[in-house]
Nanobody, 125 residues
């Protein structure tokens, strides 16, 4: 299973970007929490937003009201719409899946802790 991200780039403060992350792999049966994290040099990776299978989403205080996370079960995709971007949002953004199941000939197999490769978001003032 791979997580493939797209949508990063450079934008001026006040602008918008949308990040997308698609799971690729055979026979993915269920996907639990999907999330976006971000990281800047010298700092720990921080949670930006996550969303459960049933839809409730959680956001970091710093992005509430500006970012929206959504998921498409059919496309195995999680997206992050980022509006009113600020220079402080500059970071490498990573998508994450905490747990998923894959259908195999012998039943369901569970896998844990998947990360995307990261996509750079740069916001200039």
């Amino acid at each position: 299973v791979q997580l493939v991200e797209s949508g990063g780039g450079s934008v001026q403060a006040g602008g918008s970007l949308e990040l997308s992350c698609t799971l690729s792999g055979r026979n993915i049966f269920t996907v639990d929490h999907m999330a976006w994290y971000r990281q800047t040099p010298g700092k720990q990776r921080e949670l930006v937003a996550n969303i459960t299978k049933d839809g409730p989403a959680n956001y970091a205080e710093s992005v509430k009201g500006r970012f929206t996370i959504s998921r498409d079960e059919r496309k195995l995709k999680v997206s992050l719409q980022m509006n009113t971007l600020e220079p402080e949002d500059t970071a490498v953004y990573f998508c994450h899946v905490d747990r998923l199941t894959i259908a195999t000939m012998t039943g369901l197999q569970t896998g844990f802790n998947y990360w995307g490769q990261g996509t750079q978001v740069t916001v200039s003032s």
